[in-house]
């Protein structure tokens, strides 16, 4: 399976020799040698998936429920094997990964009632102001579209994609992260076994270069979906728009957390470390950038450091771990040069600051704090994505709110305050996608993901999700016809 590329319903042999070397991040030891497939590669997936749309984009929406469901149940059946997969490959602890796949389950079962619901809103009547005339509504498939998948939530970023696209009516190809691909590629086995018609899901792994941008500049590909970095996103964009692609894009983040002066110290310690620790901060939602209410701000910053200093790292299997190690070499050189960045920047470092010594291998790094963090430093305005928390104080609402909001991104943010009324008058002035109040970051299938300015265009999850891989067609005819 890691030797080939999984293109009209079968394993098939890339013409490439290039191979990926796919790392164990806690151990620094090779899983796997996937194959990085090329642009003829690509090529032939989408041909597949071309192919394929004839005859998948006009199936009912309960017949598609019906493969979504089969795929919801496989993914089940097998989800002790693959979260432990996800955690070799991606490093997060395993009660992490066990959660991704419940993630991945409850997305697949809940764009086959989409599917199902969307048979009742086709043909739907037009109220018309003008006489003489009738319309109707047809929500119809977008076609073949491309969606690429980051390395941070293996097989949940996949199936907010996949399944809204195939519940749609669309047929894919899909590119995994270069980084975990392994979880991705056990996708086409479980396609396999539940008999998905040949062609309606392919999946191609390679490098951004070459089948990233095979991908996105195919003239026969009618959408892309990119989650990732900006860098990466702007060239995605790019490359759409010389042919002017339906595009979603859901990029980074640096999220706010408030913290007003009501708050449970002990409460909002708890929900401040997972926003910013949880998956080791490699989370495009993290929220980095925290605002505490200045007559409080010492002694939560006490219980912080106290908290911080006490999370227990190590290997996915560990006992009790808390943190896992970045998911890349790569990932742990740019999380370190922030940090060196901010002393360079004379930042006052609270807590952390370096790659955890008690490890011999793997790419483990200290949750780190800085503290009075200036609002022009690059770790308080640029996305690090990696266990660094930037501290601010503020003086009043109208202050938490102004600053909050002054940042490139908008992708989500957290609010705590035993106050629901200024909560959710607090919630309301936040330019993110996505608030949180008194709680860790839940995403349910049912709400929207994705954000505002710079971290991306369109939404996934919930109807918006399903809507993205939609097009809208109306038949417009005089009464007399």
Same mark, same amino acid.
């Given at each position: 399976?890691?030797?080939?590329?999984?293109?009209?319903?079968a394993?098939?042999?890339?013409g490439?020799?290039?191979?990926?070397?796919?790392?164990?991040?806690?151990?620094?030891?090779?899983?796997?040698?996937?194959?990085?497939?090329?642009?003829?590669?690509?090529?032939? $997936?989408?041909?597949?998936?071309?192919?394929?749309? $004839?005859?998948?984009?006009?199936?009912?929406?309960?017949?598609?429920?019906?493969? =979504?469901?089969?795929?919801?149940?496989?993914?089940?059946a097998?989800?002790?094997?693959?979260?432990?997969?996800?955690?070799?490959n991606?490093?997060?602890?395993?009660?992490?990964?066990?959660?991704?796949?419940?993630?991945?389950?409850?997305?697949?079962?809940?764009?086959?009632?989409?599917?199902?619901?969307?048979?009742?809103?086709?043909?739907?009547?037009?109220?018309?102001?003008?006489?003489?005339?009738?319309?109707?509504?047809?929500?119809?498939?977008?076609?073949?579209? +491309?969606?690429i998948?980051?390395?941070?939530?293996?097989?949940?970023?996949?199936?907010? !994609?996949?399944?809204?696209?195939?519940?749609?009516?669309c047929?894919?190809?899909?590119?995994?992260?270069?980084?975990?691909?392994?979880?991705?590629?056990?996708?086409?086995?479980?396609? #396999?076994?539940?008999?998905?018609?040949?062609?309606? =899901?392919?999946?191609?792994?390679g490098?951004?270069?070459?089948?990233?941008?095979?991908?996105?500049?195919?003239?026969?590909?009618?959408?892309?979906?990119?989650? +990732?970095?900006?860098?990466?996103?702007?060239?995605?964009m #790019?490359?759409?728009?010389?042919?002017?692609?339906?595009?979603?894009?859901?990029?980074?983040?640096?999220?706010?957390?408030?913290?007003?002066?009501?708050?449970?110290?002990?409460?909002?310690?708890?929900?401040?470390?997972?926003?910013?620790?949880?998956?080791?901060?490699?989370?495009?939602?993290?929220?980095?950038?925290?605002?505490?209410?200045?007559?409080?701000?010492d002694?939560?910053?006490?219980?912080? !450091?106290?908290?911080?200093?006490? =999370?227990?790292?190590g290997?996915?299997?560990?006992?009790?771990v808390?943190?896992?190690?970045?998911?890349?070499?790569? #990932?742990?050189?740019?999380?370190?040069?922030?940090?060196?960045?901010?002393?360079?920047?004379?930042?006052?470092?609270?807590? +952390?600051?370096?790659?955890?010594?008690?490890?011999?291998?793997?790419?483990?790094?200290?949750?780190?704090?800085?503290?009075?963090?200036?609002?022009?430093? $690059?770790?308080?305005?640029?996305e690090?994505?990696?266990?660094?928390?930037?501290?601010?104080?503020?003086?009043?609402?109208?202050?938490?709110?102004?600053?909050?909001?002054?940042?490139?991104?908008?992708?989500?943010?957290?609010?705590?305050?035993?106050?629901?009324?200024?909560?959710?008058?607090? $919630?309301?002035?936040?330019?993110?996608?996505?608030?949180?109040?008194?709680?860790? #970051?839940?995403?349910?299938?049912?709400?929207?993901? +994705?954000?505002f300015?710079?971290?991306?265009?369109?939404?996934?999850?919930?109807?918006?999700g399903?809507?993205?891989?939609?097009?809208? !067609?109306?038949?417009?005819?005089?009464?007399t016809?």
């Amino acid at each position: 399976m890691y030797s080939k590329a999984f293109i009209g319903g079968a394993w098939v042999d890339s013409g490439s020799e290039q191979r990926l070397q796919v790392i164990n991040p806690s151990t620094e030891e090779t899983l796997a040698n996937v194959v990085a497939c090329t642009a003829e590669d690509v090529d032939h $997936a989408v041909q597949a998936a071309k192919a394929a749309f $004839a005859g998948w984009g006009r199936t009912s929406g309960a017949e598609r429920a019906q493969y =979504l469901r089969a795929i919801a149940r496989e993914i089940e059946a097998r989800a002790a094997e693959l979260a432990a997969l996800s955690s070799r490959n991606n490093g997060k602890p395993l009660a992490e990964a066990q959660l991704d796949i419940a993630d991945a389950v409850a997305t697949w079962d809940y764009y086959a009632g989409l599917a199902e619901q969307l048979d009742g809103r086709q043909n739907a009547d037009v109220a018309l102001g003008m006489p003489g005339f009738s319309a109707r509504t047809r929500l119809e498939p977008a076609g073949v579209v +491309g969606l690429i998948v980051p390395w941070n939530f293996p097989f949940v970023t996949t199936a907010w !994609k996949v399944a809204p696209a195939l519940a749609a009516g669309c047929t894919a190809v899909l590119k995994p992260s270069e980084v975990t691909p392994l979880i991705e590629l056990e996708l086409g086995n479980i396609a #396999q076994k539940v008999g998905l018609p040949a062609g309606v =899901l392919n999946i191609v792994c390679g490098t951004g270069q070459e089948v990233g941008s095979a991908l996105t500049g195919h003239p026969d590909i009618d959408k892309i979906s990119f989650t +990732g970095s900006n860098r990466v996103g702007e060239i995605v964009m #790019q490359s759409a728009a010389k042919q002017v692609k339906g595009l979603s894009l859901e990029l980074g983040g640096k999220s706010p957390m408030l913290v007003f002066e009501d708050a449970d110290l002990d409460q909002a310690c708890d929900w401040i470390l997972g926003g910013i620790f949880y998956n080791a901060g490699q989370m495009c939602s993290a929220t980095s950038r925290l605002l505490v209410h200045e007559r409080i701000a010492d002694a939560l910053i006490e219980r912080l !450091k106290s908290a911080a200093e006490s =999370l227990k790292l190590g290997d996915a299997f560990t006992p009790g771990v808390q943190m896992g190690p970045l998911t890349s070499r790569a #990932q742990l050189d740019t999380v370190l040069g922030y940090i060196e960045r901010g002393r360079t920047e004379g930042l006052t470092l609270l807590t +952390g600051g370096q790659r955890a010594e008690q490890f011999e291998t793997g790419y483990f790094v200290e949750p780190t704090i800085f503290i009075d963090v200036p609002t022009d430093s $690059a770790l308080w305005r640029e996305e690090i994505f990696g266990p660094v928390l930037c501290v601010r104080t503020f003086a009043s609402e109208a202050d938490a709110i102004a600053q909050a909001n002054d940042s490139d991104f908008g992708l989500a943010a957290g609010i705590i305050s035993r106050d629901p009324n200024r909560s959710q008058r607090v $919630a309301e002035q936040l330019r993110a996608g996505h608030i949180w109040i008194n709680s860790l #970051q839940v995403v349910c299938p049912e709400t929207s993901w +994705g954000g505002f300015k710079r971290s991306g265009i369109g939404r996934e999850l919930g109807p918006w999700g399903l809507s993205a891989y939609l097009e809208v !067609k109306h038949i417009t005819r005089p009464l007399t016809a």
